[in-house]
């Protein structure tokens, strides 16, 4: 078996590509069951956040080139920006990079919480839409143990930075928060995280503009201060009264645009907006950059911000490195005895043989008369006398492979192929 990781990210692209190399939510159900249904692949989980876009999976039947054309009917990327900004790892190397980016040692945020969350929506839609093969359900199984192990056993989550926390602490620097009003668009994770940010710096209101107002409501009632809830059509109007905008939403198209940020601006007599757009695809339109009273950052202009915080956990960072190794050792382990399983099938083939072989010997013996009984009782012994000898072998095989000598188990294992094949090698 050869697990896969194929990706964007936001190491190599900008948030343009990255807009584009996005698998939006109600197209992934899709792209699993093309992939599942043609058998291009044995189990498949897609990863489609803000920063990256990653595929997770269990063998590709198919090449790369023709995975890509499949990525490309999906998203809006083209093959040439694929080929330009993807990255491509196998084993042990995709191991490795599924278990950073699940304990957030790969995020824009290093160790940002919100990664973890996001990989067990992308799993648990692969297993509902029936994608998730034994494999990548062992392998994120144990991708979610070693994220919480670091999380709970190292310092990488002592510093509470996120990209909700990181747009609250920009506003920090712009404004006397507890002076401004905030308008929040969306009501998902990301932006419930900023408004508890928000709270905590004792801003002077919270309104919250949202496609489905059930949601909104939803999220207003778990705040410490009421918030009032808007539909997105109302857009217009609560940018008159905003002194801070953060927007979050799946929105495939900009719901603020510079037309409506420079009505806004003139109703406010020129008092200046900040504007935080954490989306993928981005919710603000960039050429709100060209009115001057407006402060706009994209996902990407965080970064500033988020060097401040490194520091305090890049040594964390090192010995959650340590954890991440020590699960690939894991992996490893699983990996041989999962092999096992299938050489163990030989055996089980030799030992049916064998007791094949009994019976028509032993039919041969016996009396013909009440066979069906005769028949039961013969199979019986074998069967018993089969499962006695398989036994103590495989208890052998299994510490044998667990001690790591695997000379020895294919030795054994080499005494129950068939003389045709090992003459055939």
Known sequence: ???????????????????????????????????????????????????????????????????????EAHARISIDNIQKYHYCYRNNEAISH????????????????????????????????????????????????TAKRIRTETNIGAYTI??????????????????QNALLVGAGETIELVAEHLIEANVKSIAIANRTQSRAHE???????????????????LLKNADIVISSTGAP?????????????????????????????????????????????????????VEKNYQSREAAAKEAEAYVQQSVSEWEDWLQLADLSVHLQTIFHFVDEQKNTTLRKARQLVNHQDQHEIDAVID???????????????????ELEQEGNSDMVNRILAQYTPEKKRTSH
């Open 1 to 71: 078996m050869t697990v896969i990781a194929i990706g964007i990210n936001h190491k190599a692209a900008s948030v343009e590509i990255r807009e584009q190399a996005s698998v939006l939510p109600e197209k992934v159900p899709a792209f699993l069951q093309a992939l599942k249904d043609n058998e291009w692949t044995n189990g498949a989980v897609i990863l489609s956040t803000c920063n990256r876009t990653e595929f997770y999976l269990d063998g590709l039947n198919i090449s790369l080139e023709e995975f890509f054309a499949l990525w």
């Open 98 to 145: 599924l278990l950073r980016v699940t304990a957030g040692l790969d995020s824009l945020i290093l160790g940002e919480p919100q990664i973890m969350g996001q990989l067990r929506t992308a799993f648990d839609l692969s297993h509902q839409t029936k994608a998730l093969c034994k494999t990548l359900h062992r392998l994120f199984q144990l991708a979610f143990q």
């Open 162 to 179: 996120s990209v909700a926390y990181t747009s609250v602490q920009l506003a920090k620097q712009i404004f006397d928060i507890s002076e």
């Open 219 to 237: 999220m207003g009632s778990r705040l410490a201060i009421p918030a009032s809830i808007h539909e997105l059509n109302e857009l217009p109007e």
């Open 253 to 305: 198209f900009s719901l603020i645009s510079k037309e409506m940020a420079s009505n806004a601006l003139k109703a406010r007599r020129n008092k200046p907006i900040l504007m935080v757009d954490i989306a993928v695809p981005r919710d603000i339109d960039a050429n709100v950059n060209e009115l001057d009273d407006i402060y706009h950052y994209s996902i990407d202009d965080l970064n500033n911000i």
């Open 380 to 398: 019986q012994v074998v069967s018993q006398m089969g499962n006695r000898i398989l036994h103590p072998l495989i208890s052998l095989l299994k």
